[in-house]
């Protein structure tokens, strides 16, 4: 299939800009939804159809293995002169397909080792991190479902939670999540997305009650914006000119709601779904590790993205238009942040 070329400018500004794979820091965390990453067998417990040869999509190894390239493509470019430290991915079928992306693809000579779990999601569709042992050492990690207030645990994904040392020089706590989505209607679905924010909150206030000085990077798709209540008022992470309440956290991603880009593209509006969140020990410059605002942001290579014939402008380069084929990534855009060892 033919693309019309794209030629893309955004300017470099402030920590919603783009990234720049010439320059990063001593250690770069990248977060990734990539869109239905399934393999292509038939597993009688997941929702798992739509992703077989024999299905309207027609979703065979060929495909398969052009999206791992592509997926290996986009980590390796978004590492700048090195592939990231760390990549959080999410909708992925199981831990099978991302091994074969760290083993059939461009990946396969950079070490990763696989952090998952399947989750309890009716479609099979899990959060993973990829890791390399070089530069960071995980001491524990779990995963947190969300549980209603009677104690059951709803069928969606569930927050990754990794606690390590970065290159031998201090502890940090990484969590990777993908909120309920949107699809069945936002009134429909908003409390799902708060109950994942109180999730998220109760075991962040776990750790800073132990550890006040905790260093906590949190990444992920929210599937609700920085202004939203879930992300403001419930997980209390908030733009660093209102983040001054004790345990609040800061989101790198607010204020880039209003720009004319995102990180996913709904009709013709952008929309920061993917963010970056953190305690205030990580804009701290004195610790061991630390980053700054403009460390962070939303990666915007021009191959990422295709014409928008319908609403103008650009659009994400997916790997389906509908149901039709186009050979693409994703219908979002990575996040990274980079960080600085004393």
């Known amino acids: 299939m033919k693309r019309t070329p794209v030629i893309v400018f955004i300017y470099l500004t402030f920590y919603c800009g783009f990234l720049s794979a010439q320059q990063r820091g001593d250690f770069r965390i990248l977060f990734y939804n990539v869109e239905n990453l399934f393999d292509t067998e038939d597993n009688p417990y997941t929702e798992d159809d739509e992703f077989l040869p024999d299905s309207e999509r027609r979703w065979n190894n060929y495909r398969l293995n052009n999206k791992l390239n592509n997926i290996a493509k986009v980590i390796l470019a978004s590492g700048g002169w090195e592939s990231p430290d760390i990549v959080g991915l999410c909708e992925v079928e199981n831990r099978k397909v991302v091994e074969q992306l760290l083993n059939n693809s461009s990946l396969k000579n950079q070490k990763y080792k696989v952090i998952h779990k399947e989750s ?39 927050i990754l939670y990794v606690k390590g040392i970065v290159k031998e020089s201090d502890t940090l706590h990484l969590f990777f999540n993908h909120w309920p989505s949107r699809y069945s209607g936002y009134l ?30 949190i990444m992920g798709d929210f599937n609700d914006q920085p202004t939203d209540e879930s992300l403001t008022s419930l997980l209390l992470a908030k733009s660093g000119t209102d983040a001054s309440e004790q345990n609040t956290l800061i989101n790198l991603s607010a204020g880039c709601e209003t720009s004319n880009y995102g990180t996913i593209k709904y009709q013709s509006q952008w929309q920061i779904y993917d963010q970056v969140i953190v305690s205030k020990e990580i804009l701290d410059t004195v610790q061991p590790i630390f980053s700054s605002p403009e460390n962070a942001g939303v990666i915007h290579f021009d191959f990422l993205l295709t014409e928008d014939k319908k609403y103008r402008g650009l659009k994400p380069f997916r790997t389906y238009n509908g149901f039709s084929y186009e050979g693409g990534f994703s219908d979002h855009l990575p996040v990274y942040i980079d960080l600085f060892i004393r």
């Open 120 to 158: 309890p999601d009716p479609r099979g569709i899990d959060v993973s991190m990829i890791y390399k042992e070089e530069s960071f050492r995980p001491l524990k990690y779990e995963y947190n479902g969300l549980k209603n207030e009677d104690g059951e645990v709803r069928k969606t994904r569930e």
């Open 188 to 217: 429909e679905t908003v409390e799902f997305r708060k109950l994942a924010a109180r999730t998220l909150r109760n075991r962040i206030d776990l750790i800073l009650s132990d550890n006040p000085d905790a260093k906590v990077i």
